[in-house]
């Protein structure tokens, strides 16, 4: 017969093996609708399902924010007529005029709506920015970053994706 502390030696890596070994779900984003800051068309991200999207906190003040801009940009371009897109979302507390006056400013292609900290936490709270999510088409979240990331650095990640 086995000692208790042998038992419980074999016990505890079968329970880890079942906990760790068990698929996690991967997170949904959750859904909006907001009107894009230009052109007041409403995006939806339920009518975004089939595609793969970048979501992007950002603000207009935000040095790091204000490099990645023109990537994301040049991605959409590269990727838009493949069943990719880009969000950006705006955390400013300006006021939509503003942000579309720096998006057209910038030159920005891609749909920029104006977030809300309400938004923010749905999406796990968004205490940093840049602050971006890719989603499968699917509409699960295949990587979250936190901080500026290169449009190079994203290729990769959107190939994978469009892929499946």
């Known amino acids: 017969m086995l000692s208790s502390s042998r038992r419980f030696f074999l016990f505890v890596p079968l329970v880890c093996f079942l906990l760790f070994s068990v698929p996690v779900r991967a997170a949904k984003i959750p859904d909006f609708r907001l009107p894009e800051v230009s052109s007041g068309k409403i995006i939806d991200t339920t009518n975004l399902r089939g595609q793969v ?21 040049a991605l959409y371009r590269e990727y ?15 006021g939509r005029s503003r942000i579309s006056a720096f998006v057209k400013g910038r030159g920005l292609s891609y749909p920029v709506v104006k977030g809300n900290s309400s938004l923010g936490r749905r999406y796990g709270g968004v205490s940093a920015i840049p602050a971006s999510y890719l989603v ?18 994203w290729r990769p990640y959107i190939d994978k994706a469009l892929a499946r």
Do not use: H, Q
């Not at 007529?81 to 880009?86: L, S």
């Open 136 to 153: 499968g088409k699917d509409g699960e979240i295949i990587k979250k970053v936190r901080g500026y990331i290169s449009g190079d650095r």
């Open 53 to 73: 999207v970048l979501i992007n906190f950002w603000a207009t003040w935000c040095g790091p924010c204000r490099k990645e801009l023109p990537e994301l940009d």
């Open 80 to 94: 838009s007529g493949r069943g990719f897109t880009v969000i950006g979302i705006s955390i400013d507390s300006v």
